[in-house]
């Protein structure tokens, strides 16, 4: 295939995108990559990271084979990159090489097992570290190699337009400030006869170059802005209208090149772990380069299409120039669109997938965002248009928004995963309970994580809405249909994986197409949030719960994120909490987490263990019946742990009646905390024991200052060894 290396270079300098994997780490990755596809025995057993970062014979073999196919230099940025990633993805530290140096001797590595692709099976367990082959090594690392620079090229090359309307732009900006100079020149001078003397005849150095901006100027003025399009005496062209040779000139260029950039450039070979045939290959990396420059060129429509257009002013071009730019441009992204839908239809048809497709909210959206922008080009003919502008006019800008939206799905996809939800709302606790079922086998929650949350079938379903994830739980589902309770897992099957999405900046994530079918772990997530409704969309979900004659009721929900960062409250020995309301969502995944760690599965030795020794959770809500409620389900597994205690306080003492208080197994008060002698008396035994302490906190605004207060008031006191986290509870 043909490969434009002299564009590749040229963008390069120009810094328009570089590869989203370093050069220097992707040595190690294909080598973590190809050992995804290998099984160990040993624990930990299961999950991609938890494997990769800490079973002692997988993480040896990874270590063996960078010391044979890496340099020093990518082995020490490609394993410091292997450990950053079990750090933020995985959450775990990555096994030292120190712990299994006794594995990675010469003579140990000489005598490891040389494994080929393909050569061993999901259900075939390792039980010693092995070596991939040379020829295993090369396929993965040429699949990577690939694949960074077909998604370095789709976004460098959508952003050639920009490069291109650019230059036509300067030129233009270049040509009117010269006609604006030899005007002021004239202008300063005694009359039209004393100029074209000066200009002909110049006297000084500054005269010398005016001649050739006459020349230059005449010759474009003669040849490009009056001249007809072509040899022809009239505007239209191939159907097309242009005003002038410079319209028509401009707008070819721009067809050519974004046709040849369409179907240049791939990185195609025999052995690609993703996508084995070169077909495969090509009608994917095609697919996805129609789509990204589509959607690049949806930004110039809008620019030359507006009316108060700053650079009419620039450039003198008048709107119905920039009219016929955006017309031609507009053209371009929706036969690219077009194209890039056949071809994904094409792609799932072959993989005999295409019906399970229109299941998915991405390619719904997609096609609906496809249709419209086709109808809008057949809208927007000569005839149509100028028959009824004003209905044209209205119509146009509405279904171009539709298009916008119908693209927001699809290139948001990296983050935003569509979901089924169940929702209920309870009077008497006057909280909407959201339990959402991410369709996304990756997606990993961890403490102090928030989503941004749509409801799409809206009249407003691009708003969106930010909550903390207050609890969650997964079941993983093996091919034969055994499960297990625990974290998602991260495998998938990139060659199925939408446009632009994680997988893409990712590549080590997925298996094999005909292995992942039959073996990989299906996830059941479950993201629990609680939301107070107040107004709006909120208020909303309310009205629906309580229109609805069965709860919980179905819903679909779109997730954005995750976002945020978690605080390691495991490295202290005691732990406060002060809630309030739904702010309790930032308590629990802790406490989850603080569950997980006291397990201690991974060792005295492991950095995996938590040095806490006590959490005490103080918790203030309106009503008891969301305390009970939170308290009988999430909250519940703690109770009966001596490393924890809490109390809770309900600020509405008239909302129930005592027979309520008995029904939690926890202690509840009436009104609210005095967090001053809490955090003091706290603070002085943290300081009398010399344990470390972190006070956590997440409430409205009164309740952060009162406790903020009184642990500077603490602090100021001598007791040094308090930390204060305040997670926001107002977005």
Request: glycine share 6%; hydrophobic share 40%; net charge neutral.
């Amino acid at each position: 295939m043909l490969r434009l290396e002299w564009l590749v270079v040229t963008l390069s300098a120009l810094g328009t995108w570089g590869a989203s994997l370093p050069g220097d780490v992707r040595c190690v990755t294909a080598l973590y990559s190809a050992y995804n596809y290998i099984t160990f025995a040993g624990l930990p057993a299961k999950g991609m990271f938890d494997t990769r970062c800490q079973n002692p014979l997988k993480v040896t073999s990874i270590y063996a084979a960078s010391e044979i196919y890496c340099r020093d230099t990518e082995r020490v940025a490609g394993l410091a990159q292997m450990a950053a990633e079990c750090e933020e993805f995985g959450h775990h530290q990555l096994l030292p090489r120190e712990a299994v140096a006794g594995n990675l001797t010469e003579d140990a590595i000489r005598g490891m097992r040389i494994v080929k692709y393909a050569e061993l099976t999901r259900s075939d367990v390792m039980n010693a570290p092995v070596m991939i082959s040379a020829s295993y090594f090369n396929r993965v690392y040429n699949t990577i190699e690939a694949l960074q620079f077909e998604t370095w090229s789709h976004h460098a090359f959508g952003f050639v337009g920009y490069a291109y309307w650019g230059f036509f732009i300067v030129l233009a900006i270049g040509y009117r400030l010269c006609g604006w100079a030899t005007y002021q020149r004239r202008d300063h001078n005694t009359g039209a006869g004393e100029i074209e003397s000066q200009i002909y005849n110049p006297t000084g150095s500054w005269h010398t170059g005016l001649p050739l901006i006459r020349d230059t100027l005449g010759w474009l003025q003669t040849h490009l802005l009056v001249a007809p399009p072509f040899t022809s005496r009239g505007r239209e062209v191939l159907l097309c209208i242009f005003s002038n040779r410079a319209e028509a000139l401009a707008v070819s260029g721009f067809w050519i090149i974004s046709i040849t950039l369409s179907f240049v450039g791939y990185r195609t070979f025999e052995g690609n772990i993703y996508w084995p045939d070169i077909p495969s290959q090509i009608l994917r990396y095609s697919a996805d380069r129609t789509g990204i420059m589509s959607f690049a060129n949806i930004p110039l429509l809008w620019l030359f299409g507006g009316r108060n257009n700053i650079l009419i002013w620039a450039t003198g071009w008048s709107f119905a120039t920039f009219n016929v730019f955006h017309r031609h441009v507009a053209r371009v992204a929706t036969l690219q669109a077009v194209a890039h839908t056949i071809l994904y239809l094409i792609i799932y048809y072959r993989t005999g997938k295409l019906w399970r497709a229109f299941n998915k909210t991405y390619i719904v959206w997609g096609l609906l965002g496809v249709l419209v922008m086709v109808f809008l080009l057949l809208t927007s003919l000569d005839r149509i248009r100028s028959g009824t502008y004003e209905i044209f006019l209205i119509v146009h800008v509405l279904l171009s928004i539709l298009t916008l939206v119908g693209c927001f799905y699809i290139f948001r996809l990296n983050k935003i995963r569509a979901t089924s939800a169940r929702m209920t709302y309870d009077e008497a606790t006057d909280v909407v309970r959201l339990e959402v079922l991410p369709a996304t086998p990756f997606l990993s929650p961890s403490p102090g994580d928030y989503f941004f949350l749509y409801q799409p079938f809206r009249w407003t379903g691009w708003e969106s809405h930010p909550f903390t994830v207050g609890a969650w739980s997964s079941q993983v589902e093996s091919a034969t249909g055994s499960s297990r309770t625990g974290k998602a897992t991260d495998a998938l099957d990139l060659s199925q994986q939408p446009l632009l999405s994680n997988a893409i900046n990712q590549p080590d994530e997925p298996l094999p197409a005909e292995e992942c079918e039959k073996e990989c772990e299906v996830s059941n997530l479950k993201a629990i949030f609680w939301i107070r409704p107040y107004n709006g969309w909120t208020q909303h979900l309310r009205q629906q719960c309580l229109r609805s004659k069965v709860q919980p009721v179905e819903t679909t929900i779109l997730l954005e994120g995750p976002y945020g960062h978690h605080f390691p409250i495991w490295n202290y020995e005691s732990v406060l909490m002060i809630m309030g309301g739904t702010g309790i969502a930032s308590a629990v995944p802790y406490l989850q987490e603080h569950i997980r760690r006291s397990k201690n599965e991974w060792g005295e030795s492991s950095k995996e263990k938590t040095y806490t020794r006590d959490i005490e959770l103080v918790w203030t809500a309106r009503q008891i019946g969301f305390l009970n409620e939170v308290a009988n389900r999430e909250l519940q597994p703690l109770l009966a742990r001596q490393d924890f205690q809490a109390t809770f306080y309900a600020t509405r003492a008239f909302t129930c009646s005592p027979d309520d208080l008995n029904e939690s197994a926890c202690d509840i008060k009436l009104g609210r905390p005095h967090l001053q002698s809490l955090i003091m008396s706290r603070a002085s035994d943290a300081s009398s024991a010399g344990v470390s302490l972190v006070i956590l906190v997440c409430g409205p605004a009164g309740m952060a200052d009162e406790a903020r207060a009184a642990t500077h008031l603490a602090m100021r006191q001598g007791h040094s060894s308090i930390k204060y986290v305040e997670e926001s509870f107002a977005w």
